[in-house]
């Protein structure tokens, strides 16, 4: 890939340092397409939105049959920690397989979001794999049994549901990339809000040279991240996006300290350092600015706009908002 004079210049003052020096990447993409999205579970302000409108991306039920077939092939597991700060740490763990999804591993995703759905003191939450490697997509020997049509697409569609609610969670969330994150792996990390990548990591949507294109909603949210142009240079390329060039399409936010990459706990604390810059705060306001920026990245503006007042009406008169104005605060 032929880098462009902006590399360095996107690259100097990006690596992970301290709170207020995440902000200086450009690239994102304007506004794409006003398609309407329906909140998963958006509380109180955005149930509105929901009325009279059927989804397959805001409810859990209605994938017995897919289930059932899924858990078929066992596997690995999903481990879920929610700790005290109020930041989760969803953990896909099948080392033997690079952290292949086995069947029971989507399903056991998909009630982890379930689980975080509940969580109502929860402010973030960190994506990682196992044994300091993100992940290598689908399990290939599960993928080779439900290779019909059919049993192709109810899976697709149980992937996409369970993805888009975890996008959608109130939660600020990471995807820490060591290692790869390849096919369905590269697909998990834009369902999250920002994604940080470790000295040597990779992110590859390999696709093409299975034969396929994205089908967990990864290709549909690239293009949110990185632009059109840049999506489809990765997908028909199937490029190898390293963390600098991550950084310079806008895919990465963020890369480890090179000194504590690969040392698994520690690149875990460091990521725990970074987004804790951003969850800083009681719960409902972090959970607040999520729901206004889920809006707004989804919604049609005028829809955005109404759910923005009612999410202002939760917090406004609200207790960190009385105790700020209590305290005559000063922002310099
Ligand atoms: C809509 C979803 C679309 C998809 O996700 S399709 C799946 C896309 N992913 C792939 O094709 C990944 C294929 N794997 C690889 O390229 C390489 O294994 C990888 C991840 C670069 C690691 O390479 P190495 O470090 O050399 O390790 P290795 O190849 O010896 O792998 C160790 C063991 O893990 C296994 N493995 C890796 N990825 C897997 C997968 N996706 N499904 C099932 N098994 C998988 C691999 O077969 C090997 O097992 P074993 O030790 O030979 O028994």
Not at 179 to 204: W, Y
Not at 224 to 248: C, F, S
């Amino acid at each position: 890939m032929v880098l462009s004079a902006a590399r360095q210049h996107l690259l100097g003052g990006i690596r992970l340092g301290a709170c207020g020096q995440h902000l200086l990447r450009g690239s994102r993409p304007g506004a794409w397409g006003q398609h309407l999205l329906r909140g998963s579970r958006p509380g109180a302000w955005g149930q509105h939105l929901l009325r009279g409108i059927g989804s397959v991306y805001t409810a859990a039920k209605g994938f017995q049959e897919i289930r059932e077939k899924l858990q078929a092939f066992p596997g690995g597991s999903i481990d879920l920690v929610k700790q005290e700060s109020g930041i989760a740490v969803l953990t896909v763990n099948n080392p033997a397989r690079m952290n292949a999804f086995s069947g029971s591993m989507m399903v056991e995703l998909e009630e982890r979001v379930s689980q975080l759905e509940e969580w109502t003191e929860g402010k973030g939450l960190i994506i990682q794999g196992a044994a300091g490697t993100f992940c290598s997509g689908s399990d290939l020997n599960a993928v080779r049994a439900i290779s019909n049509p059919q049993d192709g697409m109810k899976m697709c569609t149980f992937m996409q549901n369970a993805l888009t609610r975890l996008l959608r969670l109130p939660l600020l969330s990471v995807a820490l990339v060591e290692g790869n994150a390849l096919g369905g792996g590269a697909e998990l990390t834009t369902a999250c809000d920002f994604r940080l990548m470790a000295p040597g990591s990779v992110i590859q949507f390999v696709h093409k040279h299975m034969g396929l294109v994205p089908g967990w909603g990864g290709a549909a949210r690239l293009v949110r991240i990185v632009g059109g142009q840049n999506a489809l240079k990765m997908l028909g390329g199937a490029l190898k996006i390293d963390p600098e060039m991550g950084l310079q399409i806008g895919l990465a936010d963020g890369v480890l300290e090179g000194s504590l990459a690969g040392s698994g706990t520690n690149a875990l604390l460091e990521a725990e350092q970074w987004l804790g810059c951003y969850t800083a705060g009681p719960a409902p306001v972090i959970r607040a600015i999520k729901s206004v920026v889920v809006s707004g990245r989804e919604l049609p503006l005028e829809v955005a706009l109404r759910t923005e007042r009612d999410v202002f009406g939760t917090v406004w008169g609200g207790p960190a908002n009385l105790q700020a104005l209590a305290t005559k605060a000063k922002h310099k």
